[in-house]
């Protein structure tokens, strides 16, 4: 951990439409004032964004964690349940498991995981169903 320039752990509440959003906006701002380039920064931006979301929408609640080092920005997602049953199909453009109330607030339109895949330099996603979610996304800076 000598080389990590920032590490940061935002929890995340499963539901709270109130705040979703403000980890990714603080992510945002402390990268900014590391002095990341403006395209990582906006990819960083979208995935951070998409990825939070879902802990709200689709967990139990969970963790967004940031570490950031010379040569890498990481965002590792851990949620606690429900899981996801069919991988294939939740990484497929337009499928949602989306609440109504979520829906009704704008919000899921299957686009988050294709959009953090497509993001991310590097992407990884491993789920059991009962248990959780975990979704590992790294970003070049050189």
């Keep these: 951990m000598s080389n990590t320039l920032l590490h940061t ?12 959003g403000e980890a990714s906006a603080d992510i945002k701002r402390k990268l900014k004032q590391l002095g990341v380039s ?5 990819r960083v931006a979208v995935a951070s964004y998409e ?18 080092t010379p040569d890498t920005v990481k965002l590792i997602s851990k949620d606690r ?35 953090m895949k497509r993001n991310a330099d590097d992407f990884a996603i491993e789920s059991t169903v009962g248990e959780g979610t975990t979704i590992e996304m790294g970003f070049h800076l050189a």
Excluded at 9 to 20: I, L, Q
Excluded at 56 to 63: E, K, L, P, Q, T
């Design 81 to 115: 349940g429900p899981g996801i049953p069919n991988l294939e199909l939740a990484m497929r453009e337009g499928w949602s498991t989306a609440s109504e109330t979520a829906r009704s607030l704008g919000f899921g339109a299957g686009m988050g995981l294709p959009n």
């Design 38 to 42: 403006s395209n990582v920064l906006r």
């Design 9 to 20: 752990e935002y929890p995340v509440e499963a539901e709270d439409y109130t705040c979703a």
């Design 51 to 68: 990825v939070e979301l879902n802990l709200v929408i689709h967990s139990d609640g969970g963790v967004l964690t940031l570490e950031v």
